[in-house]
């Protein structure tokens, strides 16, 4: 026999409120062992930026690349056996005269 309506809204009113109470615990277990809230440790990680992520986002920009193929003709043209000669020899270069 299937539930009546106000059945099935005791039932979700009863699992919303384990629900809330399991997140109230769930914040209180992040602050007791990190030592911050739990919505401050999301946006940490929202907002963490690898140091590719910035190269990358600075390439794009300096170079004007707005589409995928922008991106993937920027590869082809500049990641070559010759570029990566040129980039190493140039950097060893730099790094010499550096530690003179």
Known sequence: MSKTITEQIE????ENRHLKEL????EK???????TDAKTIQKLLENAEQPTDDF???II????????NDLTDFITVFCTK???DFFKKN??????EEHE
């Open 11 to 14: 039932d979700l009113e009863n």
């Open 23 to 26: 997140q109230t615990s769930f």
């Open 29 to 35: 277990m992040v602050k007791v062992w990190y030592g």
């Open 56 to 58: 990358c986002r600075k």
């Open 61 to 68: 920009s300096y170079f004007g690349l707005k589409t995928q």
């Open 82 to 84: 010759s570029s990566i």
């Open 91 to 96: 950097r060893d270069k730099t790094n010499h």
